[in-house]
């Protein structure tokens, strides 16, 4: 849902939330997720600033890994989940634009 006029000029924070295929091992792909993917995901962003990668605890989560970056702007981010899916991951991409109150970085 987009509410409001999205603000270009206002800085990228994002959530990728990221599901193992379900022949994986999920411990091998979360290894090579964050050798191969997390910087691709960095790649996909313009100029960004900070990555937070959390792996999820618990018995049978939605998601095996939450990646958040806080970057400039979006430069490939639907390309990059796609290629993840394309290898049986399911990909979820949540990017805030716009903000009801003032955030340190704007």
């Known amino acids: 849902v987009v509410m409001g006029a999205e603000n270009q000029g206002a800085g990228l924070l994002l959530a990728a939330l990221v599901k193992a295929p379900a022949d994986a091992d999920t411990a091998d792909y979360l ?9 691709a ?10 990555c937070l990668q959390n792996r999820a605890m618990g018995p049978s989560p939605a998601f095996d890994a939450v ?9 490939g981010l639907a390309d990059w989940a ?14 805030v634009t716009e903000h009801e109150t003032e955030t340190p970085w704007n």
């Open 67 to 75: 990646t958040q970056i806080h970057a400039e702007a979006d430069a």
């Open 41 to 50: 995901l960095l790649d996909a962003t313009k100029t960004p600033r900070w």
């Open 31 to 39: 290894e090579a997720y964050e050798a191969r993917q997390i910087p």
């Open 82 to 95: 796609a290629a993840l899916e394309v290898e049986g991951a399911r990909v979820v991409v949540v990017a």
